[in-house]
């Protein structure tokens, strides 16, 4: 007489029985991983797929100098709290663009953060409100001045390198999508 293992609660089975099922369903699924994790497709997909969108920040001045930043987007919450953490580095014209829904007093802090930066806060018109430094590791809060809707990180040093001053308008265009 045979028994069906699919509708049979784990609690019924010997503890032989049992044991041996859950010992197979370990070994499957360490299976399936390591053929996941071998198999060259697999990683040539995920290599071909973009780590974030990207959006060019454009600054606009009263002069025809075209000042940009290229900058990885964080709209969801989990990007937002994690934002430039662990990052031993940023390249030149990049940076980091966060995206809120609603105007408000926006705060930042530097936890795991290993680079020092500046941030350009930017209220719903797209005009630059405030600028200030943030120093790597630093847990104190850095706020917006006035309501802002979006905030840019970028290497310190980087808006006032590049003439970016508050005031100025911001236009994004997307890179990717």
Known sequence: MGVNLKILPCNLLPGLQRNVLLTLLI????????????????????????????????????????????????????????????????????????????PGILRFWMKNTLIPLDIAFIDADLKIVTIKSMQAHDLSTTSSDLPALYAIEANKGWFKKNSVKPGMQVRFEVLNN
């Open 27 to 102: 070994l499957f699924n360490l299976v399936i991983v390591l053929l996941s994790a071998c198999h060259p497709g697999v990683q040539d997909a995920q290599a071909a797929q973009p780590k974030s969108l990207i959006w060019r920040a454009h600054f606009e001045n009263s002069t025809d100098t075209r000042i940009f930043l290229d900058c990885e987007v964080a709209s969801s919450e989990n990007e937002k709290s994690r934002g430039l953490m662990f990052r031993e580095s940023l390249a030149e014209n990049s940076g980091m663009v966060f995206i809120y829904r609603n």
